[in-house]
């Protein structure tokens, strides 16, 4: 794979504060993730994992620090400019489906193109490609309620690829799967990643999870606690 800096992160500072309690969950990170690689963020509860990663993604707002994303600067761009790049450019998968019950599974994977302005035959005809590309062909009439969760978190996988983004964020993307399906999961997100070079960061617990990455961030409070290049996959 090429060595070639897709994220940076520069010294990533972010404080949640309320009333009477101020939480330092990113105490100035640094952190390069390379074109092609998948890598996994691992630590405790309250380490700071998944702010790092709403924060890289641009998700969440950072406090000081930089993002840089492929050559942009993540600070640079007004709100609608960042939701149009993120929408463009990155593809999300978390714990909680977020699929929406109504829609067939079909439906639901169309609908990011859709909502940036596909033509609606294009959008259905990768829609109907990517559910392939993850073993839902058969199911794309059927709608989240008749699904499994594996099945469910297929159809998230195949919506968050849709439109071929160069990055993809993963929150515990096996958290609500027994052993079986999360392993199916992971197969899928590595023959992924190699098959078309995208790189993906993933926060997981799961040292299953973790141990199937090139690499393994280790994170505790709010920092890097170490940076593992495993050569897995």
């Keep these: 794979m090429e060595q070639e800096p897709i994220i940076i992160a520069d010294k990533l500072v972010k404080t949640y504060k309320s009333r009477t309690l101020s939480v330092a969950a990113l105490r100035g990170v640094d952190l390069a993730v390379n074109r092609g690689e998948m890598v996994a963020v691992m630590g405790p509860s309250g380490s700071g994992k998944t702010t790092l990663l709403n924060c890289m993604s641009g998700l969440d707002i950072i406090d000081s620090g930089s993002v840089t994303i492929a050559g942009q600067a993540l600070a640079d761009l007004p709100d609608d400019a960042l939701s149009e790049y993120r929408a463009r450019s990155m593809g999300f998968i978390f714990q909680l489906y977020n699929l929406l019950p109504v829609l067939s599974a079909l439906e639901n994977v169309e609908m990011p193109l859709l909502v940036s302005g596909e033509k609606p035959a294009h959008a259905r ?109």
């Design 125 to 233: 005809k990768l829609a109907l490609d990517k559910l392939a590309e993850v073993g839902m062909a058969d199911w794309a009439d059927h709608k989240p309620s008749e699904l499994s969760g594996g099945q469910q978190q297929r159809v998230t996988i195949a919506r968050a690829l849709v439109n071929t983004p160069s990055i993809v964020w993963a929150d515990e993307p096996t958290g609500n799967l027994d052993s079986e399906n999360a392993n199916d999961v992971m197969d899928l997100l590595c023959r992924l990643n190699q098959v078309n070079n995208q790189t993906f960061v993933i926060v997981t617990h799961t040292q299953e999870v973790g141990d199937r990455a090139e690499r393994i961030i280790h994170m505790r409070d709010g920092m890097i606690e170490n940076d593992t290049d495993d050569g897995a996959g």
